[in-house]
Structure formats: C-alpha cells, structure tokens
C-alpha cells in the first residue's frame, strides 16, 4: 500500500522541534508532522483518495517508525 516513509527534522534544536515525514502511497506523496504522538498531515490530505481504514494503517506504521526518533 505505502513505501518509503522519509523521517526528516524540522527546527532541530530548538522548542518547536519535529519529525516531519513523507509517505509514498499508491504513487502519491504525502507528507505531514509527527508531534505529542499524533500525526498531523499537510495538504493534499490522503482521506482525499484513501479509506479511513487504509489511512488508519498508514498512521500506525508512521507512529511506530517515529517514536523510535525521538529523543528524550
């Protein structure tokens, strides 16, 4: 369904730090922020052309991927 998830940070080092990601699914990119645990997407949204199953499944693997960034 997906491939490629890139993890990039956004203003590292600083109070407003975040893990920004991109997502390939089904031949469209994606892309969105990882923030308190939650995923938040950037326009296009992917409920545009997905399930909410499908987008559901997509979240959980970005969550499972992100929290391993995370620095405590």
Request: proline fraction near 3%; avoid cysteine.
């Amino acid at each position: 369904m997906f491939e490629n998830i890139e993890v990039t940070q956004m203003f590292e080092g600083q109070v407003h730090e975040r893990q920004q990601f991109k997502v390939n699914i089904q031949g469209d990119e994606y892309t969105g922020v990882f923030h308190d645990g939650e995923v938040h997407w950037f326009n296009p949204h992917p409920n545009s052309k997905l399930e909410e199953k499908h987008i559901s499944s997509v979240e959980s693997k970005v969550h499972d991927l992100l929290k391993n960034h995370i620095k405590d």
